[in-house]
């Protein structure tokens, strides 16, 4: 018997699109509710940055900067209304049966990434389990049905041609859809589309409840027992602080404010951990396996140090590196508390979020101020920056050291375990690399004369745990390399502020280069390298433009 459906290819796009906002906003509504659930899109999210091959996520991050989880997430979105507007219009069409399975095939994949991370349970599966039944619901509430020509005879008017049986004419605003008239539609979606997104708002409002803000900002730190020799910058500051910062307009301050300290990780949303919840367990090749509440790490003699930590995906004249003022236990003095095995060569640590890393354990114990942060810039860690604990190793880049929201330090082999971003194609060992940077002029400024007639060029310099010896700077590539003059440092475990006063300039436009030596006289490698596998190598140079 023959069928007939009403339904465009538009109408299919528009109940797609409902569907999968529906179950979405129902999504978002369960992790509202459940403590540790987060809609489905970010696990899906966290799933492709751990498959995409290195070359990628270093494209994302050299293109997007900061913004590349925001582009994830975006993207992530419109393949899912992508994938909706096609499953609306299989439903408009009458193949009801296989939009129900692509949207069941989406849903299974979203409960298969929750089902890969850390810790997974059926209550963090629900917003996929509850949005997939929901988006099925509303495709089939809001799609047409089939009609038969018995049913078709029933609603409409008989026309009998001259030379043949009665037809039936109907109008298509009488076609029934869901068991309504088109009219039935358009109302059915307006209500769709109102309780997504007061569904949706309700979800997010609860969610506040699990949020560390209020938390954090009622946690009052411990007294510092070894103090740093830089006050620590408090947010949005910018004072100059004597002898380590030149406060020179263009020229970043040499303790960057929390809320501009760059940030790289993979966590697609910011883990919210409470400093009740939350624990320290250190095993693994040590005499005595410990297991640290919060309350006991904050027992112990605490240390404050200007640390400067870069990630590996720096590029040349890159702005992922930044200087803080932390405040933590030695990793050393745990670990002595351990008894660390003297074959224990790597020093392991793992992320509430499954992230890990590995850092040779002769580092960690060489005395450097290698520590277990509770506080950046004088107050406690920002949740994007780990709170409620953190790692933080000065002269090793992110990748091998600087865990973010750690619960686990595992004494091992250098051989039997390789952290996240090893087996991506980044190497074990991750020393941060000798960098200069010009940081005033940009590249295409203008710059202009100084109160007493020169113009001052000027950047930073780093080479951590190591320190900065002398940073020289080349103008218009004219063979002469030029001696900086250096700020003060507090420790070698900090960058450097530089500057040069130039006087027998010319205007109009040029070229300076920069390069830097460290506290042994090495200089920086001219390059030019690329940020994989270990670091990029290379000096940084600007054009600019000086006037008349």
Known sequence: MAHRLYGSRWHGIALGLLSTFAGLAVAELITGLVEGASSPVLPVGQEIIDVVPPGVKDWAIETFGTADKAVLILGTFVSLAVIGSIVGILAVRGARAAAYAVTSVVGLIGVWAV??????????????????????????????????????????????????????????????????????????????????????????????????????????????????????????????????????EGLTPFVVPSSNFYRIDT???????????????????????????????????????????????????????????????????????????????????????????????????????????????????????????????????????????????????????????????????????????IDRPSNGRRLERSADGSVDIAGLAWAVHRGISRVEVRIDDDGEWRECELAGVPSDDTWRQWRYRWDDFTSGEHSVTARAYDGDGEAQPLGPKDVAPDGAEGYHSVRFTIDG
């Open 267 to 437: 966590a697609l949303s910011v883990p919210q951990v409470s400093k009740d919840d939350w624990s320290l367990r250190i095993h693994g090749m040590v005499d005595n396996e410990m297991e640290l509440s919060f309350a006991d790490l904050l027992e112990r003699p605490m240390i404050e140090r200007p640390i400067t930590l870069s990630c590996v995906s720096n590029r040349v004249g890159g702005d992922l590196v930044g200087n803080a003022v932390w405040q933590g236990v030695r990793m050393k003095d745990l670990l002595e508390e351990a008894g660390v095995d003297p074959a224990a060569t790597q020093t392991v640590s793992r992320s509430i979020d499954g992230w890990s890393c590995g850092s040779p354990t002769s580092v960690i114990m060489d005395g450097r101020d290698a520590m277990v942060a509770i506080a950046m810039n004088g107050e406690p860690l920002p949740a994007e920056h780990g709170y409620p604990v953190r790692l933080v190793v000065p002269g090793l880049y992110g990748y091998v050291s600087a865990t973010k929201w750690v619960t686990e330090i595992e004494m091992t082999r250098w051989e039997d375990f390789d952290g996240y971003w090893v087996p991506r194609g980044w190497a074990k060992e991750g020393p941060v690399k000798i960098m200069a940077r």
């Open 115 to 248: 089902s890969m991370r850390p810790a997974p349970s059926f209550g963090k599966m629900l917003p996929a389990i509850v949005g997939t039944v929901v988006s099925i619901a509303v495709l089939w509430w809001l799609s047409p049905r089939s009609v038969s020509d018995t049913d078709l005879a029933a609603g409409g008017a008989e026309v009998a041609p001259a030379d043949g049986p009665a037809e039936v004419s109907l109008s298509t605003d009488l076609m029934p859809v869901a068991g309504a008239t088109r009219r039935g539609f358009v109302f059915g979606a307006g209500i769709v589309a109102l309780g997504a997104v007061v569904l949706g708002g309700v979800g997010r409002v609860l969610k506040r409840r699990f949020d560390v803000d209020d938390e954090r900002e009622a946690l009052m730190l411990p007294e510092v027992d070894d103090t740093s020799p830089v006050p620590p910058a408090r947010e949005a500051t910018e004072a100059a602080i004597d002898g380590y910062d030149f406060e020179m």
